[in-house]
């Protein structure tokens, strides 16, 4: 492969790192991470390049990008904005593609990473963008009712999470506690969630920000958005479904929300952008899309060791520059780390179910996993969700969310 | 007066400072903002005696807290903990009133403040805590049906709102353009919101931190809350009636959330304590209360020139103490800066209404400000909301939250 890029001087596409070339984590993916390993003291920046990680620390120093890079996490990146992302991500692709650097660059076992959140979270939203999922829950919870709201078409219904609790990918998630009372019981009652759940998300990172007053259109999607990140927005559906009305989710949603520890930057995944599946009634024009950010990420549902569903993102009703849009029509600002999501991906058959909500129906459907009938979460159950798409050379991947359940506290 | 403080020195609870004895802001009140004045550079740490501020950088430096008092804001002492806190209210306390200190402290008038956001805003969760106001809510959208929701009298219902958007008092507030549909329009359209509205709330900074997993007991309230301002959850009622099912208010609320300037700390409101009005049916154990945190704050809500309302905090159904118990006990993480907030406080009689929505009924019942007919708020109008309460010597003032309505961009 050869050939010349727009912002480097190598005119190879091939990495000199063994392994990578034809890997999901070839020089065409990139993503960066915020890792410590054996002998380093606190988080630094890498980025992985088949199975090994360059410490972009090291890497960079000398180079224009030398402070961006030498933070302990991505929080100056983000804020440097678009001509700084395209200028690390040219400067990284000559490094890992000119046979020269390899006597210089060091590289890491990616398996001795120990990965910590990559950035620091502003805002939380979660949307609700998925016309497949929006309708399961419809049907499961309104079964005599319109499955989706009025609003649902014309606008990418969203809400506020709490970033503050927002982890890394690996970290326990306890079950937790809270106040539930199911229809048929007078009174509510406190303890341990009976409804665990996971959400199968698509998470957008933002980088450089937007002052209050100010509103981003459809077109400057890439200027704001720095990349992405899988999202597993844990739920206590018990706990959800009685606290929820009439101001939203709340503790059924604010105990633990998971992403990925490598951010891909949205330049990977030029080769994924598609249109979406279609909107209908027209959308009005401040969410009208210039441009195609469909994306054709697949993903999978691994519980218990076994693979249950693989939510297909390029089904998804709402692009996430509308959700963008949406998000700060109304002068809402935008800081770097700021993170906005999906809501759970589903698509129309059984096996393409992003919660367990949908895969039981409600809980009155078992399905199979770890060759028992499951619901919902059991304690000690793993969950991880995976990612890929295609890249410019092969399908790249993007990081893995991964969380497995502990037991409440007493 | 003459006292010895459990934590200084001073035998006098009198201050030095002219013409603060008696007045709003005497030694029983003592908050702190974030201000630059004529000749500083960058924000500092202040507190405010009569009608003249303190520099803490330059009175605390050379003590045991001049690291906590150097910093652009409230952050490092807010996650300094209950002891530091106070500790540095009795080192001041004793600095104010003993006539040696007199000769050394530089008294700055308030009048030269400019205040700035005085901590960094975590996780901004708001209540629903006011039985008047959410029956009002519902009578009004809800004629036919309960007036309360069946959750509501069991748990303080909350949700997350948008930290970003948390502004100073002061700052303009620009009319947010959004979607809306009217009950009796076929089609959403968008534009300026013609429902623009205040709601006269009280906040709760977070001080200490709680990591992931652990809870806050009603009883170690303040052992995590370091103080309360004064807060104008601006909402935009027309956007919010069309967006908010099924996941909760979004665009209608995340476009700017006034906090005052000043935070007293809870120390101050000690005399202000007070039981809560009574909570029938009984609460489930985890939100028992361990001691009275109903707080006797009086709210005065000034449009236009005129006062509108007086909204009496003490009627709240719900405890913030009830409030931080239940937003921690899913085993949520809390940071320093994390601000919760009552919620809308409105009081049984029509002139004790903290929303616009309430005081015009829906905007059927116009109301008289500035002597004309009202009903939501119009480009141009200020809304000033004053907050005071008992304090040890006296009525004490709480920071003011002031905002005037801009009109939307084109």
Redesign the interface.
């Known amino acids: 492969m050869s050939t010349r890029s727009s912002t480097g001087t190598s005119t190879s596409t091939t990495s000199w790192v063994a392994g990578a070339t034809g890997s999901a984590h070839d020089v065409d993916n990139l993503p960066y991470a915020a890792a410590t390993w054996p002998g380093s003291a606190t988080p630094r920046l890498v980025t992985r390049i088949g199975d090994h990680a360059v410490d972009l620390a090291a890497a960079g120093a000398g180079t224009r990008w030398a402070d961006l890079l030498a933070a302990p996490g991505l929080d100056p990146l983000l804020a440097a904005g678009p001509e700084a992302w395209a200028g690390v991500r040219g400067w990284l692709t000559d490094l890992l593609t000119d046979e020269q650097a390899a006597r210089d660059v060091v590289l890491l076992p990616v398996d001795d990473l120990v990965l910590h959140l990559p950035f620091t979270v ?2 939380f ?1 979660d949307f ?1 963008a998925s016309e497949h999922h929006a309708t399961n829950v419809g049907r499961i919870f309104r079964p005599d009712g319109d499955a989706l ?3 649902w078409r ?2 990418p ?9 927002v ?1 890394v990918s690996g970290t326990p998630v ?1 079950r ?4 539930r ?1 199911a229809p048929d019981e007078p ?4 303890g341990p969630s009976a409804r665990l759940d996971i959400e199968a998300e698509l998470g957008f990172v933002v980088g450089r920000g937007v002052p ?2 100010e ?1 981003v259109p459809t077109s400057g999607f890439a200027d704001h958005v720095f990349g992405v990140v899988g999202v597993n927005d844990w739920s ?1 559906r018990d ?1 959800q479904a ?11 949603k ?3 929300t998971t992403v990925a520890g490598w951010v891909t930057p949205l330049a990977a995944l030029e080769p994924a952008r598609v249109p979406l599946p279609g909107q209908d ?1 027209a959308v ?3 969410l009208t899309e210039s441009a195609d950010w469909g994306l054709d990420v697949e993903i999978e549902v691994e519980l218990a060791g076994e693979v249950v569903s693989r939510p297909p993102y390029r089904l998804m009703y709402w692009s996430p520059a509308q959700m963008l849009a ?2 700060t ?7 770097p780390g ?1 993170l906005f999501a999906s809501g759970t991906v589903s698509g129309p058959e059984r096996d393409q179910r992003g919660s367990l909500l949908e895969l039981s129906w409600g809980g009155r459907e078992p399905f199979t996993a770890g060759g028992r009938e499951r619901t919902f979460l059991e304690d000690g159950d793993e969950v991880v969700l995976r990612y890929s798409a295609p890249g410019a050379f092969g399908r790249i991947a993007l990081g893995e969310v991964r969380g497995t359940i502990l037991p409440a ?1 007493p």
């Open positions: 502003g805002d939203v609700y709201l009025p609003n014309h606008l219904v969203g809400y506020h999470g709490r970033s503050g609790s982890v306890r937790p506690c809270g106040q009372k009174l509510p009652s406190y209050l007053g509103r206590a706990v009685w606290e929820y009305v009439p101001l939203g989710p709340h503790l059924g604010s105990f633990a009634p009005l024009p401040y949406h998000l029509v109304n002068g809402a600002s935008l800081r700021d506290l």
